[in-house]
């Protein structure tokens, strides 16, 4: 977070989508606190008092001395540790430094991403009303749908971890469940759940529970996204869509589209993902390679693939507006899920931390091979292109609504 403020650099700043200057000449201004939840709910940010924007966009001090810096910073600990003003102080001391600029003081804030079971970062005891994020315009309020959305991530029970207590356990696509069962038992035979029934079987792999209801076995919610019929998805998750799109030929809208609300499949995301999986890997090229007399048709590329598809679906916010949508296009391809990246981009980026937003939809793909429990996936997608020499892939975060991209 330091390195988001160096005062050698000072004549050179600019306010930005991390950097917010405040006057604070009378005080402490009421604003900062809008700002401190907003960097607090995005990727955290820097707060600089003593210091207003020049009509140029430069900055210049406003004359805050030393006589003022023990009122202001008694003001701003008393404020920030006040549960009625402010849900959650997320700052050490250590991050709040004093600068001498000229014959001036400014006052260094630096305030860091919160963690997902801490949002959201709200004030005036007022969480729907006054939780905010920050855009390149400034700070804004967030709406109900985002602020459920935080809250949804608090639990570390994913939201596919329900017992869907009223929903039988034949509301199940048991075509898409013996498909999912035959590549399990291929890719890893012997398994020790291959010899159990399905309803035991589905159990096992967190498809369905014991509902505390009735004692009885019902889906999970991550049973119904992953083997239920699109109709009866949507009963449950009301904006649930999975579209794919093939946009080949600029004088053609799309060239193929696959949609979960066709009625010509299941639309489920066990088939969603094999056969979108099957679409995006025409194009790509498979050297002739042999091990153990057969012919190896996998390449880090398509295990690259594989990764960013699984890591779409099983990061979707199933409550989220506008769906799942992976497009193909000439020389690209682009996969766009409901939701915020819960570790952060940077982290997501870096790797080493997993923190799925449907734990158990990744269990069920990890039990067939595909996608990463170690949070490495992601930076393999990045190494992957650049050993291929490809452009190297962007990651972009969207709010209101909330997408991955």
Not at 36 to 47: L, P, Q, R
Not at 257 to 282: A, M, P, T
Request: charged fraction near 30%; aromatic fraction near 10%.
């Amino acid at each position: 977070m330091q390195k988001l403020f160096d005062i050698s650099k000072f004549d050179s700043y600019k306010e930005g989508n991390r950097l917010e200057v405040k006057k604070a000449r009378g005080g402490l201004p009421v604003s900062l606190w809008d700002t401190y939840s907003s960097f607090a709910n995005c990727y955290g940010g820097v707060i600089i008092l003593g210091v207003v924007e020049n009509a140029d966009g430069s900055w210049r001090t406003t004359g805050l001395k030393r006589t003022d810096e023990r009122k202001l910073l008694k003001s701003f600990w008393d404020t920030i540790n006040d549960r009625k003003k402010v849900s959650l102080n997320i700052i050490s001391e250590d991050a709040v430094e004093i600068y001498e600029q000229g014959e001036d003081i400014i006052i260094v804030i630096y305030v860091p991403m919160a963690r997902r079971e801490e949002k959201p970062i709200y004030i005036n005891d007022d969480m729907f009303g006054n939780t905010f994020r920050r855009n390149h315009e400034g700070d804004y309020h967030c709406t109900r749908l985002q602020v459920k959305a935080m809250l949804r991530d608090q639990t570390e029970n994913t939201i596919d971890m329900e017992v869907l207590d009223h929903v039988p356990m034949q509301d199940l696509n048991y075509e898409t469940i013996s498909g999912y069962r035959n590549r399990h038992r291929t890719l890893r035979p012997g398994h020790p759940f291959e010899r159990l029934d399905d309803a035991e079987y589905l159990r096992c792999i967190g498809a369905a529970a014991i509902s505390d209801e009735d004692k009885k076995l019902h889906p999970t919610a991550a049973g119904m996204l992953m083997f239920g019929d699109e109709y009866n998805i949507v009963r449950q998750f009301p904006e649930y869509f999975l579209d794919f799109r093939e946009m080949l030929d600029p004088s053609i809208r799309w060239t193929d589209r696959l949609q979960s609300s066709s009625g010509e499949w299941s639309g489920n995301i066990c088939d969603f993902y094999f056969r979108v999986y099957n679409k995006i890997i025409q194009d790509i090229k498979v050297p002739f390679k042999m091990h153990g007399g057969d012919r190896v048709d996998d390449t880090p590329v398509h295990k690259a693939l594989r990764e960013a598809l699984a890591n779409c679906l099983v990061n979707t916010d199933f409550y989220g507006v506008r769906g799942v949508v992976v497009k193909k296009e000439m020389g690209k391809l682009v996969f766009e899920n409901p939701g915020y990246i819960r570790t952060g981009k940077t982290q997501m980026m870096m790797g080493g931390v997993s923190d799925p937003r449907n734990k158990t939809l990744l269990k069920m793909f990890n039990l067939i091979n595909i996608g990463e429990r170690s949070g490495s996936g992601v930076p393999n997608i990045y190494n992957t292109w650049k050993d291929e020499g490809w452009v190297e892939p962007m990651i972009e975060e969207q709010f209101d609504p909330d997408s991955t991209i």
